[in-house]
């Protein structure tokens, strides 16, 4: 019998197309034919089509769906005027409001933007920016990054060295990554909404004051070579769906200003709303002094990134030998993507409070019951953030394929079957979202 998911379009990619993560020779992908608000329409063989709801917002970036008016029109406008020109010796409205509109929105005084092409650039830029600025500083030795076990910052050669160091990729490439300094993973920490709205943190109070010390032992020790600490704020994305107390990024902070470092936090995927807060540092009223945004920059349509920065990193480096941040690449700002990115930052600035306490309350709601399942091991939420976490490693090819036979797309990864929808999702959404992950992970996994 047909496949009634497989796709001749499938069929042709395998051995062909190389996946993220994925072998030549792995499981058949699905195809997708067209997509529209929050769902993606998959080809059958038969020419059938199967519309399935996307729990994964495209990885985190389609917060605003497929399709939406509002970010077609700014891409068709832009593409009427001009797709891309270089960034050396030439700017335009695009970039410059976007600009305008990152600093103005990112927490704290932020001054300066630079554009990168995807988060992992965006990562490296940072990486590199603060190596410029110890050195602008008379600190040249500091080259090093203190960060955390668990996080997740890219997959080029520096943001994998931030990476966690045995759930990351260090094992493949020994002794060509950098070797950073890595404190423990932030104890876990969950956010509890009462019924009245009221919000309240709890944790392992002796855990946090515990890991607060080791943290503080650990950066007067390196304090000579570090140039900043780098992590992602409360929520660690695809190191594990971690979510960690707001008080260990204060501590975070108060490191950093303790030894001279940078704080650069990796809002990647926690930027534009999606854990509750316009920015997750704002769960712990603290501001960066570099910031990676990325993913749902664009609403899912095209690659950005921007890292945004004080105005002492912007002079730091002015007055460096150098004078300029080191690094430019060739699609830098492009003004398509920057001109979708400016309506997608507006339309989340508008509507995100609307969308995500409604999206994560629902979430909470109709996750729960998977708490009675024998091999789920904990369910948690944040924002619009869904967790089902199992007791061993999700078996992918069956959830996936029990997920989408209840209407929703899904894509674990390690013990992890989770959704990031698109914050448009209407109630109904949601909860075919949830209850496709309940039934998905009873049925396999049951
Ligand atoms: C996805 C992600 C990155 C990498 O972004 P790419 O656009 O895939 O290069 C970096 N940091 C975090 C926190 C991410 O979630």
Redesign the pocket.
Known sequence: MPDPFGSPVAARDRGLVWHPYAPLDGPEPYAVESATGVRLTLTAPDGGRHEVVDAMAS??CAVHGYRNPVLDAAAHEQLDRFSHVMFGGLTHEPAVRLAERLTAMAPGPMAHVFFAD????S?EVALKLSLQYQAARGRPKRQRFLTVRGG????TFA?MSVCDPVDGMHSAFPGALARQVFAPRPPAARLVVTATGDERWETDRLALQEWTTEVRALAATHSDELAAVVV?PVLQ??GGMHVYHPESLRVLREVADDHGLLLVL?E??TGFGRTGRPFASEWADVTPDVM?V??ALTGGYL?L?AVVMTRDVGEAITRSAFRALLHGPTFMANPLACAVADASVELVESTWKDHVPRVGRLLSEHLEPAAALPHVADVRTLGAVGVVQLTSPVDVPRITRAALERGVWVRPFRDLVYTMPPYVCTDDDVRLIAEGIVGAVAEAHG
Request: a negative charge; charged letters at 15%.
């Open positions: 990885w985190w995807s988060g992992s650039v990562v997740y910052h890219g997959d943001a992602e994305g695809a990796d990647i995927a990676c990325g993913k690659s990134a």
